[in-house]
Structures are given as structure tokens and as C-alpha cells.
């Protein structure tokens, strides 16, 4: 991925316990992260947007049982 950064978005499907800084330096200013952040059945999806010096990160609701935590809706103007 970082041979084409920077990136409008990334979409990421593993949870992890915190949102990797590597992938949001690579997201051009404006872009979008979506990622599971959690442990053990306690995962929530959480939205990182790059501003022109520093990423925002938000959370979002965790996502209803039997769903796919990978489901987040993002929308990208070009």
C-alpha cells in the first residue's frame, strides 16, 4: 500500500487494539480510516480522518452480533 499512498481510503477488517500509525500516514489530508478496534468480543468500529497535520479518531457503535464488523458505510467525494 505505500508504494500508492497517499490513499482517500483504507478499510480495514482485523480488529486491533489501537488503529496503526503507519496506515493513517499513509492517508492523503482528507482521507478516511475504518478499522475494528477492541478485545475479545468487544470490538467497536472506529473512524480516523486525516487532517493536514494530524489524524482525528472517533468511535463509532459496535457492530450488532452475527454482523460483520467490517461493515462500517463510508462515503468518498473525488
Known amino acids: 500500500m505505500l508504494a500508492r499512498a497517499p ?6 477488517c482485523a480488529v486491533f487494539s ?7 500516514d499513509q492517508l492523503r489530508s ?4 475504518v478499522q475494528p478496534i477492541g478485545h ?7 473512524l ?8 482525528r479518531c472517533t468511535a463509532g457503535r459496535s ?9 462500517a458505510p463510508m462515503a468518498t467525494q473525488h
Open 48 to 55: 480516523c480522518e486525516r487532517r493536514a497535520r494530524a489524524a
Open 40 to 46: 475479545g468480543g468487544q470490538e467497536h468500529v472506529q
Open 63 to 71: 457492530p450488532q452480533p452475527g454482523s460483520s464488523s467490517c461493515t
Open 7 to 12: 490513499h482517500d481510503a483504507v478499510i480495514v
Open 18 to 24: 489501537r488503529v496503526p500509525e503507519p496506515l493513517v
Open 30 to 33: 482528507g482521507g478516511r480510516l
